[in-house]
């Protein structure tokens, strides 16, 4: 079955082609760092329950600036490590995604986050993310958010933040790591948010 919204078409082959297709011809954005800490996250996209959906993570509760929120898998790059070698690892470490049920399709567009770190996503297909294991010191909940649902703009509003414009997204998320309730409510935004807003946005200019 195909689901098409807004010119996007949300099923597995013709999406990845298109995500694929996009990442090969485009040259990513990218900052120079001027003392700044990089980080790497993977952007991965599966076949799921609902068509395609991304996957995505909810750090666990503490001190840190980003407890509690919605994100990609990632973290900081060590010493002498890409990119690439980053986020796939931290997908490793935080929901036990190796990288042989990844397949990296290509690189998005560097932002800095408002604690001046440089962010690169990895753009990724992922096989087979069922059953996932989270790292509990650092990971509260792994979910699932359809692409559909994303494009559609369901549960969709935005909100002014230091000046800018932050999307946000909410709704019932199905989760992927064994947790009960399966299925959670959950918002996603911010750095997050605004890249997903992004690649929707670029891949339907690709379409024009």
Same mark, same amino acid.
């Given at each position: 079955?195909? &689901?098409?919204?807004?010119?996007?078409?949300?099923?597995?082959?013709?999406?990845?082609?298109?995500?694929?297709?996009?990442?090969?011809?485009?040259?990513?954005?990218?900052?120079?760092?001027?003392?700044?800490?990089?980080?790497?996250?993977?952007?991965?996209?599966?076949?799921?329950?609902?068509?395609?959906?991304?996957?995505?993570? $909810?750090?666990?509760?503490?001190?840190?600036? +980003?407890?509690?929120?919605?994100?990609?898998?990632?973290?900081?790059?060590?010493?002498?490590?890409?990119?690439?070698?980053?986020?796939?690892?931290?997908?490793?470490?935080?929901?036990?995604?190796?990288?042989?049920?990844?397949?990296?399709?290509?690189?998005?567009?560097?932002?800095?986050?408002? +604690?001046?770190?440089?962010?690169?996503?990895?753009?990724? &297909?992922?096989?087979?993310?069922?059953?996932?294991?989270?790292?509990?010191?650092?990971?509260?909940?792994?979910?699932?958010?359809? &692409?559909?649902?994303?494009?559609?703009?369901?549960?969709?509003?935005?909100?002014?933040?230091?000046?800018?414009?932050?999307?946000? &997204?909410?709704?019932?998320? $199905?989760?992927?790591?064994?947790?009960?309730?399966?299925?959670?409510?959950?918002?996603?935004?911010?750095?997050?948010?605004?890249?997903? $807003?992004?690649?929707? $946005?670029?891949?339907?200019?690709?379409?024009?």
């Amino acid at each position: 079955m195909r &689901w098409w919204v807004c010119g996007l078409c949300c099923e597995e082959a013709a999406l990845r082609a298109r995500v694929e297709q996009f990442l090969s011809g485009h040259n990513h954005l990218r900052i120079s760092p001027r003392g700044r800490a990089r980080a790497a996250v993977l952007m991965g996209f599966f076949e799921g329950v609902e068509g395609v959906e991304i996957l995505l993570i $909810r750090r666990a509760d503490g001190d840190d600036p +980003h407890a509690g929120q919605v994100s990609f898998p990632g973290g900081h790059l060590e010493p002498g490590e890409s990119i690439e070698e980053a986020a796939l690892r931290e997908a490793m470490e935080e929901c036990a995604l190796s990288p042989e049920q990844l397949t990296v399709l290509g690189y998005y567009d560097e932002c800095v986050s408002i +604690h001046e770190m440089i962010v690169s996503p990895v753009v990724a &297909w992922i096989r087979s993310p069922q059953n996932l294991r989270r790292e509990r010191s650092e990971v509260a909940r792994i979910f699932s958010m359809p &692409w559909l649902d994303l494009v559609s703009k369901r549960g969709f509003s935005t909100r002014t933040l230091r000046g800018y414009e932050i999307p946000y &997204w909410t709704f019932p998320c $199905r989760g992927l790591d064994g947790q009960a309730p399966e299925v959670q409510e959950e918002t996603l935004w911010g750095l997050t948010g605004h890249m997903v $807003r992004n690649l929707i $946005r670029d891949l339907e200019k690709e379409l024009l």
